[in-house]
């Protein structure tokens, strides 16, 4: 079997991506659980915030910004902000060529 010729930044991407839809699955499945255990045994305290919303706000945000690094969206990525940098960079030292100064 002859082995897959990837491309290694379109391989990168597929595995954050992967990684995120595992982490969105978890973070789904776990709060569905803490909310069904507070439903079933915690919910008669009325006027307090259920416990288990702590999890799921905090927990939440990570896993939207981990998503949106995941997917690029709003100049998350690594990869668009080393590029935005590197450009930055070159700006900053003029026309010349960068490698320049390694000459």
């Given at each position: 079997m002859e082995p897959?010729?990837?491309?290694?930044y379109l391989w990168q991407k597929a595995k954050s991506r992967a990684k995120f839809q595992s982490h969105l699955f978890t973070y789904l499945w776990v709060n569905a659980l803490l909310w069904a255990i507070w439903a079933l045994t915690d919910r008669h305290h009325t006027g307090e915030i259920p416990w288990p919303l702590w999890s799921t706000a905090f927990w939440g945000v990570g896993v939207l910004l981990s998503g949106l690094a995941a997917y690029g969206y709003g100049g998350l990525s690594r990869e668009q902000r080393t590029q935005r940098e590197y450009e930055r960079l070159t700006r900053e030292q003029g026309a010349a060529d960068p490698l320049d100064k390694y000459r």
């Open positions: 897959l010729q990837r491309d290694p």
